[in-house]
């Protein structure tokens, strides 16, 4: 009896000890959890535009036409060979077999973008290093881009250089302008001078001028003043 008691405790134990033991979480390989971090620029959104589109799009020029879609100005896309490309100062763009360019059809917005194809046998990482090292933010003179984004799937990459969002910024409270106020403080009395857009109240004013069959006392001089006796 002693020993029935005895292996019946034993299985219980084992029991509890297996539905209290927590499998080990898989970090790494297949079913690892992995955080997704949703793109909140203009050039991380474009590169997952890329992304999505690689497996579909027809050709990279048509990869190149998706991402100029929702761009808020017009834009075109033109291929382009190795040696100086727009963005990159002096140095020379080589190692892809094949390239498009997309951007703005005016050149007074800070953005550009590329679709590059390179070999298979290519060096992928040497290749977007010798863009990030030499790409310059300000290459338009007149603005400069706030983003450098790029990124690749296989022997495709996706370059970009942009502002990070077209909305325009809000104004500070304190700095915003009552239009009602202003309009207020700009009604002036007719007969009052406005100089440099402050009342001057101590500026002479002169009375209207009568109109035609009108007596205008203020101004009106008696002609019998000049009567010769």
């Known amino acids: 009896m002693k020993k029935f008691f005895l ?3 034993a299985g219980a134990l084992i029991l509890t000890a297996a539905a209290c033991t927590k499998p080990a979480e898989n970090t790494d390989g297949e079913g690892a959890d992995v955080e997704v971090v949703e793109p909140t620029t203009v050039g991380t959104k474009l590169a997952k535009t890329f992304k999505d589109n690689l497996a579909t799009a ?3 020029e048509a990869l190149a036409n998706t991402l100029i879609v929702d761009l808020p100005f017009m834009a075109g ?3 382009v060979e190795e040696g100086f490309l727009s963005g990159f100062d002096n140095y020379e763009v080589k190692g892809f077999s094949e390239g ?3 951007g703005p059809m005016m050149g007074s917005i800070a953005f550009v973008g590329y679709v ?3 070999p298979a046998d290519a060096d ?3 290749f977007k290093t010798g863009l990030s090292e030499n790409a310059n933010l300000r290459w338009n ?3 400069e881009a706030e983003e450098m984004v790029i990124d690749n799937v296989d022997n495709k990459v996706f370059f970009v250089m942009c502002p990070t969002s077209f909305e325009e910024p809000e104004m500070p409270e304190d700095e915003m302008i009552d239009e009602e106020i202003v309009d207020d403080e700009m009604l002036v009395d007719e007969d009052t001078e406005v100089v440099g857009g402050e009342v001057d109240e101590e500026a002479e004013v002169l009375p209207p001028v009568a109109e035609e069959g009108e007596e205008n006392l203020d101004n009106e001089i008696s002609a019998d003043a000049f009567e010769v006796e």
Request: aromatic share 14%; glycine share 0%; with cysteine.
């Open 7 to 9: 292996a019946l405790l």
């Open 58 to 60: 027809e050709s990279n």
């Open 77 to 79: 896309v033109m291929p």
């Open 100 to 102: 498009y360019m997309f």
């Open 116 to 118: 590059f194809e390179l």
């Open 124 to 126: 992928v990482e040497a």
């Open 141 to 143: 003179i007149c603005v």
